[in-house]
């Protein structure tokens, strides 16, 4: 099953970010740990999202971070990719042939905030009216218009750790700024967290925490090396989330949120789905449960049931 890489690497591709670099060392560890016996190659590949220093909008943002890795794996010139899966594109809008072949444990799906080093504690409920709060989400961007509508959502592009340096240096252009904790865990940063926001409140994104390897789907010899690799638990609550993304017609630059909890217990999955207004309106949510044996089957019922109730008018209706 696995002579084909006895003699040559696994090459897998990653972006050249200190928390992707991160991320991808931890999976290193794991499939070595796994596959001692085969060499894992670590390519980095610079992004359009990376290179680009306006708007997401500009590139058509959907998957501006996966773009340039889809090339090189469809190409051959690496045989897996590693990426946050809520940075991935919506199944409608990806590149054809390409599968999750291994998908990591979920980490804390919930967003922070974080002030600059030296800032007293505080929390959003604190700031006081025109704080400028970085993002460059437009999920949190719609949050804050209906939570806090007296704080202003301002985009913000760069790394974590840039963004991070920036704040602290007062040349990001914003106050506070909104971050995601699995991402400061990775860095080692979580006591930048000054306030852990309420998930119930706080919406998390689709597929937030969650780290995937990608194989083409015509490499059977790839996808027989990762399978092992996957938490399966984290697989149900990824593919629940990502069908009702791809029933919606959404993507990491929608203002909407599908978050999924899988209840061993019950051998059931729960999905909760949320589409925002991005002029801070009354949100559209629903609630979908069923097997955990067929969480896709749930996720695209969620959401159906979220377009029925009108989110097509909030999104822009799906093409």
Not at 160 to 172: E, I, N, Q
């Amino acid at each position: 099953m696995t002579s084909t890489f006895t003699t040559r690497p696994v090459r897998l591709g990653t972006r050249p970010s200190p928390m992707a670099m991160e991320q991808t060392a931890h999976f290193a560890e794991i499939f070595r740990s796994r596959h001692p016996g085969i060499c894992l190659e670590i390519v980095t590949i610079v992004s359009e999202g990376d290179r680009h220093r306006g708007p997401l909008s500009q590139l058509d943002g959907k998957g501006a971070f996966t773009r340039s890795a889809d090339t090189r794996l469809l190409d051959g010139r690496v045989e897996a990719t590693i990426s946050c899966a809520k940075d991935l594109p919506s199944p409608h809008d990806r590149a054809p042939d390409i599968t999750v072949g291994a998908v990591l444990p979920r980490e804390d799906a919930r967003d922070v905030l974080v002030l600059p080093s030296g800032h007293s504690p505080a929390t959003l409920a604190d700031l006081p009216p025109g704080t400028r709060v970085g993002t460059s989400a437009p999920r949190r961007a719609a949050l804050l218009r209906t939570l806090y509508p007296e704080l202003e959502p301002v985009a913000i592009r760069g790394n974590a750790d840039s963004r991070l340096s920036g704040l602290d240096s007062g040349t990001l252009g914003v106050d506070v700024m909104i971050a995601a904790l699995a991402g400061l865990h990775r860095l080692g940063l979580a006591e930048r967290a000054s306030q852990i926001l309420d998930p119930t409140q706080w919406l998390p994104a689709s597929g937030a925490g969650i780290i995937v390897i990608e194989h083409r789907s015509d490499d059977p010899t790839t996808a027989n090396l990762l399978a092992p690799l996957t938490h399966h638990p984290t697989r149900i609550v990824l593919d629940a989330e990502r069908a009702a993304l791809a029933t919606l017609h959404g993507d990491c630059l929608t203002a909407a949120s599908v978050h999924a909890v899988h209840d061993p217990a019950a051998e059931s999955v729960t999905v909760h789905a949320v589409v925002l207004d991005p002029a801070g309106g009354t949100p559209i949510r629903t609630i979908a449960s069923g097997p955990d044996t067929h969480p896709a089957r749930t996720g695209r019922r969620a959401g159906k049931q979220l377009l029925n109730a009108g989110a097509a008018a909030l999104m822009g209706s799906p093409s």
